[in-house]
């Protein structure tokens, strides 16, 4: 049984969502990032699996895979009947790819700076002027996913794949953080958070 290790609706939720909407079997732990105490990120017990002592982690017999955006590759894989990923032609996968290193490298990196400056890094270490810049790197790349998104119900086109699990769970993460989010983009959310699976792992990470 696949086992994921996450934290409320951090990047761990991306995978749990996915998890719901292949309908696989799983079991998930909430950690309390980090504390060194049982069940934190920072136990050595968890290093031993995380050596960053970060979540999310997912544990899979012998895999182990610590970035959400591979586990949400992977959860696709194992149900294909499902269509979480684009499977007919390497151009329709490389499509997907390109958005997903896209929200990677650009759209949610203004987020993480916020974070790791509001509350992640220690206090001497945290830069506040740098907040201006993350919202204005943050509008720049909105730019970019209007270019992705024009004319479209998901990011793929007609069809709801793992792509969208990342886009929506991003931009969940922007609007918690106070960032200006167009209303377009959080109708695109409400709709997306709407679905059985998704209501299924909000519940997921509150029973733990």
């Not at 990923?85 to 490389?94: M, N, S, V, Y």
């Not at 830069?127 to 790197?137: G, L, N, R, Y």
Request: aromatic share 12%; hydrophobic share 40%; charged share 25%.
């Amino acid at each position: 049984m696949i086992k994921l290790y996450g934290f409320s609706q951090s990047r761990s939720f991306r995978a749990l969502w996915a998890l719901e909407e292949a309908g696989i079997e799983y079991e998930y732990s909430n950690v309390k990032i980090g504390s060194p105490e049982e069940g934190g990120t920072q136990n050595p017990s968890y290093l031993k699996i995380n050596p960053q002592g970060k979540a999310p982690t997912m544990v899979d017999g012998d895999l182990v895979l610590t970035e959400s955006a591979a586990m949400l590759s992977y959860i696709g894989s194992l149900a294909p009947e499902k269509a979480l990923l684009p499977g007919h032609t390497p151009a329709e996968r490389a499509r997907y790819d390109d958005f997903c290193f896209f929200v990677l490298s650009d759209l949610e990196q203004p987020l993480w700076s916020k974070g790791k400056h509001s509350f992640v890094l220690p206090e001497e270490r945290r830069v506040e002027a740098i907040f201006e810049t993350a919202k204005f790197e943050f509008k720049r790349s909105l730019k970019a996913l209007d270019h992705y998104m024009e004319g479209k119900e998901f990011v793929l086109g007609d069809q709801f794949t793992c792509a969208d699990i990342l886009l929506a769970q991003t931009l969940n993460w922007a609007n918690r953080f106070e960032f200006d989010v167009p209303e377009f983009y959080l109708e695109y959310r409400d709709r997306l958070y709407k679905r059985p699976a998704c209501q299924k792992a909000i519940a997921a990470t509150k029973s733990k």
